[in-house]
């Protein structure tokens, strides 16, 4: 089963690399808008790992435009077959990067405010969970539990993973709903991490909302996350 994630996460890697290769699409200035494919609809996944960049070429979409549509966790989170995705209207200028998570290289050895236990999803490594979620350093977040693990290696969906605290440390804790992007918004515009967002959430991934006319997700959001003291010791 491992060695099968393993392969699969190398596959979802090299496809985003390529498609990211591709060239841009045209700007506005020269797009013909009556042109456009303005039909919006639902789009099924019939087999689990489809990503969102096959969706997206499939479709004729903005990656973006479709992960901010569908309210994403994290676009490259692959999709289980089973799930439906709305497709928002084609539109000139496609985004295809400005909602994707990016590398960090963080010294930080633990989080601010909490919460305590982050649930993986698939595709999950210590690596991406640390560097593009939780903005920590991978050795802080394995510690212990990495024991004969890479940082690379895809971990098992739904389990539960201890990360560590700054203590003393807090977030302002609010209800919010989420109306329109992707966490990695809301972590830039309120103070905190995509990763802790996602932690007090465990179960959401996306909301297909926008198109069905349903209720829109509500959650608690951490905002303005930070340390109380100069001085914090960590909490692992």
Same mark, same amino acid.
Request: net charge negative; hydrophobic share 35%; proline share 7%.
């Given at each position: ?20 290769a591709q ?22 996944i019939t ?44 539109v000139c ?40 979620? $939780?903005?920590? &350093? ?10 004969? #693990?890479? /940082?690379?290696? +895809? =971990? ?43 932690? $007090?959430?465990? &179960? ?10 349903? #209720?829109? /997700?509500?959650? +608690? =959001? ?15």
């Amino acid at each position: 089963m491992l060695k099968s994630l393993i392969t699969f996460f190398a596959h979802v890697v090299a496809l985003q690399s390529a498609f990211l290769a591709q060239p841009t699409s045209a700007s506005s200035a020269t797009c013909d808008s009556s042109t456009l494919n303005t039909t919006t609809y639902l789009y099924p996944i019939t087999e689990t790992g489809t990503t969102i960049f096959e969706v997206a070429n499939a479709t004729g979409r903005g990656v973006c435009n479709i992960a901010r549509h569908n309210l994403m966790v994290d676009a490259e989170i692959p999709f289980n077959a089973g799930q439906t995705i709305y497709i928002p209207p084609e539109v000139c200028d496609k985004d295809d990067t400005s909602c994707l998570l990016v590398k960090q290289n963080p010294t930080a050895e633990c989080i601010y405010g909490g919460p305590r236990l982050y649930y993986t999803v698939l595709g999950d490594t210590y690596e991406r969970i640390a560097l593009y979620r $939780l903005n920590i &350093t991978v050795e802080s977040l394995m510690g212990t539990m990495g024991n004969g #693990t890479s /940082p690379t290696d +895809v =971990l098992q969906p739904k389990q539960f993973l201890k990360v560590p605290l700054c203590d003393p440390s807090q977030c302002v804790m609010q209800p919010f709903t989420f109306t329109y992007g992707v966490f990695k918004d809301l972590a830039e515009e309120y103070g905190t991490t995509p990763g802790q967002i996602q932690m $007090l959430s465990p &179960t959401y991934n996306y909301s297909t909302s926008l198109y069905t006319g349903a #209720t829109k /997700p509500s959650f +608690v =959001l951490p905002k303005n996350c930070t340390a109380l003291s100069s001085n914090v010791t960590i909490i692992t």
